[in-house]
């Protein structure tokens, strides 16, 4: 890369690195050094292609959900999450309160699903992106995006009973009869 | 609330407000990347190596994730007009003061007198030049690497040292022993000049007749000279003897071998004209390139473009000047305030020898520092200060130059 390419670089990690971080945190389940990590190695690909890139942004997205799917079907020693500590179970002095217990509880459940699981939710609950584009981005079909998601939301159920009276998503309400193995391209 | 909701909210409230990474990251980014890419290729050095029957240890290319300090200063004149010898880095455009030395001799016990380099290389840690006692070096472009050669010489093995820890990463075994290294313009090959003794030694059982009085003498033994490929250490060795005129007279000792501004011949200065005799990189001797037709002794030589030399001093009466000259036809172009033209800052600024004429009045050509000039303007830098000895380097400085990006 040349004194003018990285000038460019450096531009975009000083744009963008903030989104991107938050992005890389919650792909990490909340660890913040994971997550430092995952994007360093995402940002150093880009960096050794910059000059052909179109859209560096969508780039490194792209393989900062790759690289995460990549992490768990390698089976990389998975790093030891720390989360917050679950608040006691108290009284409730209120709607407000309890909802953010509840956020509490869920992040603590969503740290503690697996890469794949977490990858899957986060581009559809927090990118908001259709089926279709998570199973283009992933390098995967339609039908395994959707019973990923089933299958991570009965196990976000499972891991915090707290979770057991909310009512079902509409990916629990029809549940895909896909099993096939996650499939990603290189 | 249904499930997904929740894990929406819970999602985006972990993600919310800034997430600042820490200042530097970047750059962190790019060292890292540096630096595997430099693991690879010191790999591909290992196997080759194997192959070939040397031992290459690994290069780790930066050591630590530092960011060389020409890196961290790109201003495009990083001058010292009151230091001399410099103490902080000095560049200009894309050049830069990589390293000087100064001369010392060392007596011995039998007479002969060794005139060692003392080097002020730069240390890409803190930017200063830190004295070092390498017997020869020479930098590679963008400086993060120096070739570097050890006491006494003719040396054995080419150390290449990462000028941000100052250590010498690997060392290349050379069949001939060599005593003067230069890399070539892409830093991916070293031309070393072979001699069969210490092209710096003076033999007392050699002696030279020096105002009417007999001191020990240099004596010719160049050999030839070795292209040696940085990444796997594999060199090819060409004989090439040092040149004498007709009744055997040599003028030095020293003759040491360049690449040519393509990279594609190695040439040496010699005492007559033409002024350089070429070799191709197969050890054959050649005409002059004809892109180098018309370079002189002066060292700035070819401008990165190719179209213009840095040539002759040109000064009449007490007039301190020297000529640019057009690489094609040989023609002078113009004339600038320097006194010896050192090398190009880029296509129309150059870094000489000189003393700006507001200060010096054309007088006392000795009395000179460091300047940029710039072709077509009257307008000087100081880039250092007048040339002095000091403590740490008891003599006149020389510098040494080199492309300052990579």
């Not at chain 1, 990916?171 to 896909?178: H, V």
Request: charged fraction near 30%.
């Amino acid at each position: 890369m040349d004194a003018q390419g990285q000038e460019s670089f450096r531009e975009f990690v000083a744009g963008r690195s903030s989104a991107l971080l938050k992005t890389a945190v919650l792909l990490s389940g909340g660890d913040r050094h994971a997550a430092e990590d995952l994007l360093q190695n995402a940002l150093i690909k880009a960096a050794g292609r910059w000059h052909r890139i179109d859209e560096p942004e969508a780039y490194v997205r792209q393989v900062l959900y790759r690289q995460q799917i990549s992490r768990w079907r390698l089976k990389w020693r998975r790093r030891e999450v720390s989360v917050a500590e679950l608040p006691e179970e108290g009284t409730d002095d209120g709607d407000g309160a309890a909802a953010a217990e509840l956020r509490l509880v869920m992040r603590g459940a969503l740290a503690r699903l697996t890469a794949r699981q977490r990858t899957v939710l986060v581009l559809r609950y927090f990118e908001d992106l259709p089926e279709a584009d998570v199973a283009r981005i992933l390098g995967c079909s339609v039908g395994t995006v959707r019973s990923t998601t089933h299958r991570s939301l009965a196990r976000l159920r499972a891991l915090a009973p707290e979770l057991a009276a909310l009512g079902p998503a509409d990916a629990e309400r029809e549940p895909s009869r896909d099993y096939s193995p996650v499939e990603v391209r290189p | 609330m249904n499930v997904d909701e929740l894990v929406r909210d819970a999602l985006r409230e972990q993600a919310a407000g800034p997430m600042p990474l820490p200042s530097g990251f970047a750059d962190r980014v790019l060292a890292v990347r540096r630096r595997r890419r430099n693991r690879t290729i010191a790999g591909a050095a290992a196997v080759t190596a194997l192959a070939v029957g040397l031992s290459v240890p690994a290069l780790s290319g930066g050591g630590e994730d530092v960011r060389p300090a020409s890196e961290m200063n790109k201003s495009d004149i990083i001058a010292h007009p009151h230091q001399s010898p410099p103490r902080d880095m000095i560049a200009a455009g894309d050049t830069a003061l990589a390293a000087f030395y100064v001369r010392e001799n060392d007596k011995q016990s039998n007479g002969d007198v060794i005139s060692k380099r003392v080097y002020g290389l730069l240390d890409q840690k803190t930017g200063k030049y830190r004295k070092t006692r390498w017997a020869f070096l020479d930098v590679a472009p963008g400086m993060r690497t120096a070739a570097v050669l050890e006491d006494e010489l003719p040396a054995r093995r080419i150390g290449l040292l990462d000028m941000i820890t100052g250590k010498v990463d690997r060392w290349i075994p050379v069949e001939h022993g060599v005593a003067g290294v230069a890399f070539s313009s892409d830093g991916e090959k070293l031309v070393a000049t072979t001699y069969s003794k210490n092209p710096d030694r003076n033999f007392a059982d050699h002696p030279q007749n020096i105002n009417g009085k007999d001191v020990p003498g240099p004596l010719p033994s160049r050999t030839g000279f070795s292209v040696v490929d940085v990444d796997s250490g594999k060199e090819d060795w060409h004989r090439a003897p040092y040149w004498k005129d007709e009744t055997g007279w040599s003028a030095n000792a020293r003759d040491d071998f360049e690449f040519s501004h393509d990279d594609q011949y190695v040439y040496a200065d010699i005492p007559m004209d033409p002024g350089r005799e070429y070799y191709d990189l197969e050890g054959n001797k050649t005409g002059i390139p004809a892109a180098e037709k018309h370079v002189s002794w002066a060292e700035a030589g070819l401008s990165p473009d190719g179209k213009l030399v840095g040539g002759d001093f040109a000064g009449d009466g007490d007039e301190i000047s020297s000529e640019i000259v057009d690489s094609r036809t040989g023609k002078r172009i113009t004339t600038v305030p320097g006194q010896q033209l050192l090398a190009w800052a880029d296509n129309k600024r150059l870094i000489a020898w000189g003393c700006d004429p507001e200060r010096c009045n054309g007088k006392n050509e000795f009395r000179n520092q460091l300047l940029l000039i710039t072709i077509g303007s009257d307008k000087v830098v100081q880039l250092s200060d007048f040339r002095k000895a000091s403590d740490d380097y008891p003599g006149r400085w020389v510098p040494l130059f080199t492309e300052r990006r990579s």
